[in-house]
C-alpha cells in the first residue's frame, strides 16, 4: 500500500500542491493514480481532499493565490476577544472545491485528523473507503476539511453538524504519517513491510528565539506583537508544529526505512503560517523541492 501524507502549514501549503503540481505535470496525469490512501492535516487537508476528489493541484494552487490573503486579513489584532481571523473566506474557498459533495461520495481512503475540543478528543474524519462504521458518511467534504483547519487563537472552532466543536488536527498529527501508518495496519490488514509513504512537509524554517536572559518570557516572548501591527506571530505555534513533525519523521523513518520518504524542503528562514507574502516564495520551493528530489520520488512512486 502507498500512502500519502501531507503536513499542515497554513499558507506554507503551496509548498506541497506546487510540489504535486510539478509531479502532475511530469506524469500526465492526477496524483491520485499513485496512491492507495491519503491523509492531510490542516491545510494539508484541504491538499489531501482535492487529490482524492481529482481537483488539479494547478487549479488548487490558483485557488491558494486568489483566496490566501482574503483567508489571514486580520478581523483582531490582539486576539484576545475573538480569533485572529474570520473563516468566511476559508468556507468560500473550501465550498467552492467540494461543493455539495459528501464523504461517502469520495472514492478513495481519506483521512483527515481534527481535535474533538467538545470532549477533548483527537479525532480521524474518515471517507467510506476507511470508516467502516459509517460515522461520517452523511458528512459534507468541505466541513469535514474544515474541521482539521481550525488553528486555535487565529480561526474560530468549526461546529461540526452542529453536535460538537472542532480544531487544528495539528495539534496532534501534524504530520499524518504515523495515523496512515496505523489506519493501513488496522482497516487493512497490511504488513508493516508492505506500506510505502511519501510525506511532503510544508517546509523545514529556522525559527528563532533569541538568547534574552534578562527577558521576562511571557506571552510577548512567545507570541511577539510587533508594532504597529499588533498581530501575534506564531512562532510558538509554529515551532510546536515543526517540532510535532519532524518526531513523526523520525518515528515512521524508523519503522520503515526506505520505504518512508520524507521531502520538507529548506526554508532558510521563518515563514509564519499566516502570511500570504510568502505564498509566490512557496510555490517557488515547491518547484525545486520536486526537481531536487525527482530521481528519489519517481522510483519511489513504482515500489
Not at 76 to 83: K, P
Amino acid at each position: 500500500m502507498r500512502i500519502l501524507c501531507i503536513d499542515g502549514g497554513g499558507i506554507r501549503g503551496a509548498l506541497p500542491i506546487s510540489f504535486l503540481a510539478q509531479l502532475e505535470e511530469e506524469k500526465k496525469e492526477p496524483a491520485s493514480h499513485y496512491f492507495d490512501m491519503i491523509a492531510g492535516t490542516s491545510t494539508g487537508a484541504i491538499i489531501a481532499a482535492s487529490i482524492a476528489v481529482g481537483i488539479p493541484m494547478k487549479t488548487l494552487l490558483e485557488n491558494y493565490i486568489v483566496f490566501g490573503k482574503k483567508i489571514f486579513t486580520a478581523q483582531a489584532y490582539w486576539g484576545i476577544f475573538r480569533s485572529v481571523y474570520n473563516d468566511r473566506f476559508l468556507r468560500r474557498l473550501l465550498k467552492k472545491s467540494f461543493g455539495n459533495m459528501l464523504l461517502k461520495d469520495v472514492q478513495m481512503p481519506l483521512l483527515l485528523p481534527a481535535v474533538d475540543l467538545t470532549h477533548g478528543n483527537p479525532i480521524v474524519i474518515k471517507s467510506c473507503k476507511v470508516d467502516e462504521i459509517e460515522q461520517y458518511h452523511e458528512l459534507e467534504l468541505w466541513d469535514a476539511v474544515l474541521s482539521s483547519c481550525a488553528a486555535p487563537l487565529y480561526f474560530p472552532p468549526n461546529h461540526l453538524e452542529g453536535k460538537y466543536m472542532t480544531a487544528d488536527g495539528g495539534l496532534w498529527a501534524n504530520n499524518p504519517s504515523l495515523v496512515g501508518l496505523t489506519e493501513a495496519i488496522h482497516s487493512f490488514s497490511e504488513k508493516v513491510e508492505n506500506i510505502n509513504i511519501l510525506s511532503l512537509g510544508t517546509g523545514r524554517q529556522c525559527i528563532d528565539f533569541s538568547n534574552d536572559k534578562d527577558g521576562s518570557w511571557g506571552i510577548r516572548s512567545w507570541l511577539p506583537m510587533p508594532l504597529p501591527v499588533m498581530k501575534p506571530v506564531p512562532k510558538l505555534l509554529d515551532l510546536a508544529l515543526d517540532l510535532s513533525s519532524e518526531a513523526v519523521s523520525h518515528q515512521c523513518q524508523l519503522m520503515l526505512g526506505e520505504r518512508y520518504l520524507r521531502i520538507n524542503h529548506d526554508l532558510g528562514r521563518e515563514v509564519p503560517f499566516d502570511e500570504p507574502v510568502f505564498l509566490k516564495n512557496m510555490v517557488e520551493h515547491g518547484y525545486d523541492a520536486f526537481h531536487n528530489n525527482k530521481e528519489q520520488v519517481l522510483p519511489f512512486l513504482q515500489t
